[in-house]
């Protein structure tokens, strides 16, 4: 169904999609490989290495839960050091240009925003969010690492490679001597990343949002998502039956791609500041 052709080529097409605006972004964790954090699925392939947790483990297994937050609290420094790259500032200029009436991401790192996008519907939520499970109150993640780092000012773990949601391999034995801490406005309440947890469901207002969102744009853009879970594949399926077109760029395949009328296999950091260099070579003076 989809037109497939090199970069050069599918990046010139994208521009002429993108040239009319009205384009809603669904991200994926594609677009911050270059920014030092891995796919889950993508060339990186962190699935292959690591088990994501599970809400359910999170919420039911203490000694889970620990070990969660020991290496999540090693992780966290990678993240918060994450810097934007080049795909994040280039939806970021499509956005300031007035051609985008939506983005969405799968993403937890907060990189849309420090690249320079605004009104972000985190699909997913955000790391840098704590929620407690008991009251609901939100703190941000840099208090909680704070106190997490007083209260074991021995665990000097460093990590080797982070995981997407921010967690890292750790040994066991490591792990286990790791104190946790609990929310203090309801007293010891269990802590949580305000992020949607594999076994989660996303909130509904949230999904009817985007939806919405999806309905009504002439053009929904999909950058860095292999499209395997239906969290974010749902949005092409409903772009795809009300007849809105659909673009692909990411490395390799997706779920999505027989869906698409436009897909380029290739890094965002290439095509996505090629594709506004080209858009505004058609319009002078627009920047």
């Not at 999540?72 to 990678?78: A, E, F, K, N």
């Not at 969010?129 to 993640?141: A, E, F, M, N, P």
Request: proline content about 5%; glycine content about 14%; aromatic content about 4%.
């Amino acid at each position: 169904m989809g037109q497939h052709g090199g970069v050069v080529d599918g990046t010139s097409v994208l521009a002429d999609m993108l040239a009319t605006g009205d384009v809603v972004v669904l991200s994926g964790a594609g677009i911050s490989t270059e920014s030092g954090i891995p796919d889950y699925r993508g060339p990186s392939g962190a699935l292959v290495r690591h088990t994501p947790m599970t809400y359910q483990t999170f919420t039911g297994d203490v000694a889970a839960r620990r070990r969660y937050w020991a290496r999540s609290h090693i992780g966290w420094r990678t993240i918060a050091g994450a810097a934007p790259n080049d795909g994040h500032r280039a939806v970021a200029a499509l956005q300031r240009r007035g051609l985008l009436s939506g983005l969405i991401t799968q993403n937890v790192d907060g990189l849309h925003q420090a690249g320079g996008a605004g009104d972000v519907i985190e699909l997913h939520g955000s790391l840098d969010r704590v929620v407690c499970l008991g009251c609901g109150d939100l703190t941000s993640r840099e208090e909680l690492h704070e106190r997490l780092a007083l209260a074991n000012p021995r665990f000097g773990a460093e990590a080797r490679e982070v995981n997407p949601d921010g967690d890292v391999d750790l040994p066991d034995a490591e792990a286990e001597r790791f104190r946790t801490v609990g929310c203090r406005a309801c007293d010891g309440g269990v802590l949580k990343p305000d992020v949607v947890f594999f076994g989660e469901t996303v909130p509904p207002g949230r999904v009817s949002r985007c939806y919405a969102l999806v309905e009504r744009a002439g053009l929904l853009l999909v950058l860095g998502s292999s499209l395997t879970v239906m969290s974010g594949r749902r949005f092409v399926l409903r772009a795809a039956k009300l007849g809105i077109p659909v673009a692909i760029v990411n490395q390799g395949a997706t779920r999505g791609d027989d869906y698409a009328t436009l897909t380029v296999d290739a890094r965002l950091g290439d095509v996505l500041p090629e594709t506004v260099r080209l858009l505004d070579a058609r319009v002078p003076g627009r920047s």
